[in-house]
């Protein structure tokens, strides 16, 4: 197949941290692979060429977060056939979104010396309250495993298959038994999608809800178990309004239990 005929690949940054940009380049043969499958019209860190598009499928990491960034998101949707948001920041405003829940000027005022130049939204938002988005992939930061998965699936015609269950049953496929009944660790694993191999639970870490709610997450009556377990209420919301705390289920239940 010429390049010409190969469908073309854009990945853009908006307001992260690039780690789900380095899990693409993370892919290493199998990226070999994708490179010789589609053209990568645009991926500021892999290459220096850019391509105009419009784009078969574009890759998005990160927040909207200024008025500049709501701009290009627009043009980028507009340029795109599929839009894909990758990880917690593109899909529920990441870790920058802890702002939400004050006023972002008294960030501004602490961490610059010059305030006076900085020009911000008074929110970090997930790429969807923007544009339509035709696929999420959850993580802080993604899977590989599933971004191959996806990029395949699109390339060949298909829904991509991204498991929708939670991180209990990851641990009980593995064989790890349950930090939470077995030890009382608070773990947001039964309200968490699966994605990450239940890492944190193999090692006695209660899992911290890095791919973010699953389908049926019953997040408040996690939280329930976790007071039952000698939390106070300010540290289940904490525990919610983490790398995810803007996607609706999570910011329901840190809400919930937040004495402020």
Same mark, same amino acid.
């Given at each position: 197949m010429?390049?010409?005929?190969?469908? %073309?690949? /854009?990945?853009? %940054?908006?307001?992260s941290?690039?780690g789900?940009q380095?899990s $693409?380049?993370?892919?290493e043969d199998e990226?070999?692979?994708?490179?010789?499958?589609?053209?990568?019209?645009?991926f500021v860190e892999?290459r220096?060429q850019v391509?105009?598009?419009?784009?078969?499928?574009?890759?998005?990491?990160?927040?909207?977060?200024?008025?500049e960034?709501l701009?290009r998101?627009r043009? #980028?949707r507009?340029?795109?056939?599929?839009?894909?948001a990758?990880?917690?920041?593109? #899909?529920a405003?990441?870790?920058q979104a802890l702002?939400?829940?004050?006023?972002?000027?008294e960030?501004?005022?602490?961490?610059?010396? @010059?305030?006076?130049?900085?020009d911000t939204?008074?929110?970090?938002?997930?790429?969807?309250d923007?544009?339509?988005?035709?696929?999420?992939?959850?993580?802080c930061?993604?899977? %590989?495993?599933?971004?191959?998965?996806? &990029?395949?699936s699109?390339?060949?015609?298909r829904?991509?298959? #991204?498991p929708?269950?939670s991180?209990?049953?990851?641990c %009980?496929r593995?064989?790890?038994?349950c930090?939470? &009944?077995a030890q009382?660790i608070p773990c $947001?694993g039964?309200?968490?999608?699966?994605?990450c191999?239940?890492?944190c639970?193999?090692?006695?870490?209660?899992?911290y809800?890095?791919f973010g709610?699953?389908?049926s997450?019953?997040?408040?009556s996690?939280g329930?178990r976790?007071i039952e377990l000698?939390q106070?209420?300010?540290q289940?919301?904490r /525990?919610?309004?983490?790398?995810?705390g803007?996607?609706?289920?999570?910011?329901? /239940?840190?809400? @919930?239990y937040?004495?402020d």
């Amino acid at each position: 197949m010429s390049t010409a005929q190969k469908p %073309k690949l /854009a990945v853009y %940054k908006f307001a992260s941290c690039d780690g789900c940009q380095l899990s $693409l380049l993370d892919c290493e043969d199998e990226l070999l692979a994708i490179a010789g499958a589609v053209e990568i019209a645009y991926f500021v860190e892999a290459r220096r060429q850019v391509l105009d598009g419009p784009y078969d499928v574009t890759l998005v990491e990160g927040s909207v977060t200024t008025d500049e960034e709501l701009d290009r998101i627009r043009e #980028v949707r507009r340029q795109s056939r599929f839009l894909v948001a990758i990880g917690a920041c593109a #899909v529920a405003g990441g870790i920058q979104a802890l702002r939400n829940w004050t006023d972002v000027n008294e960030y501004i005022d602490v961490v610059y010396a @010059h305030p006076e130049y900085i020009d911000t939204l008074d929110r970090s938002r997930p790429i969807s309250d923007f544009v339509p988005v035709d696929f999420e992939l959850r993580g802080c930061p993604i899977s %590989k495993g599933q971004l191959i998965e996806l &990029v395949t699936s699109l390339l060949i015609g298909r829904k991509p298959r #991204v498991p929708a269950h939670s991180v209990c049953l990851s641990c %009980k496929r593995q064989g790890t038994v349950c930090i939470m &009944v077995a030890q009382g660790i608070p773990c $947001l694993g039964p309200a968490t999608q699966a994605g990450c191999g239940a890492l944190c639970p193999a090692f006695n870490r209660g899992c911290y809800g890095c791919f973010g709610p699953h389908e049926s997450p019953n997040p408040i009556s996690l939280g329930d178990r976790f007071i039952e377990l000698g939390q106070n209420r300010n540290q289940v919301s904490r /525990a919610f309004h983490s790398f995810n705390g803007y996607h609706p289920a999570f910011r329901a /239940a840190g809400d @919930h239990y937040s004495e402020d």
